[in-house]
């Protein structure tokens, strides 16, 4: 795996994305789903990290990027989630180390907000968000 393949799938970890593993299964595998409008990206996700197995299916009511079995991936679910539960902390967090990896946690929930003011002048800011509670409480928490 590559620096851009890892930030790639790191970010959308951090985002939509989610690791398994199920049963006797001895390694995790990646899997995102999500609405229509955002069907075009995944197809982007599948191609940029096809090298990793990852396909894109339209089967279902809407289309999944998934990846096959990989110690890789069972590394990260080691990484990421404790009892089950996906915890960001500030050692995995660090991994996110290139902007695709930003810009995919982004695609996958962020926003961009713009507020318009205007008095003498017209004033435009713009403000980009993400939406990850848990994260801030996670870093948050560990400064105390």
């Known amino acids: ?38 069907i075009e990206y995944r197809r982007w996700k599948a191609t940029k990290l096809a090298n990793l197995g990852f396909k894109f299916s339209t089967g279902g009511k809407y289309g999944k990027l998934s990846s096959p079995s990989s110690e890789i991936f069972t590394e990260l679910y080691n990484l990421y989630y404790q009892d089950r539960i996906k915890t960001i902390t500030h ?44 994260l801030w409480q996670e870093l948050h928490s560990s400064h105390k």
């Open 1 to 38: 795996m590559n620096q851009i393949e890892r930030n790639i799938i790191i970010g959308s970890l951090l985002g939509d994305g989610s690791l398994a593993l199920y049963g006797r299964s001895k390694n995790a595998h990646y899997r995102e789903h999500g609405g229509d409008s955002q």
């Open 91 to 134: 050692d995995n967090i660090n991994l996110l180390d290139h902007p695709i990896g930003l810009a995919c946690l982004y695609m996958d929930d962020g926003s961009l907000v713009i507020h318009t003011s205007q008095s003498h002048k017209i004033n435009i800011r713009y403000r980009i968000l993400i939406e990850k509670q848990a």
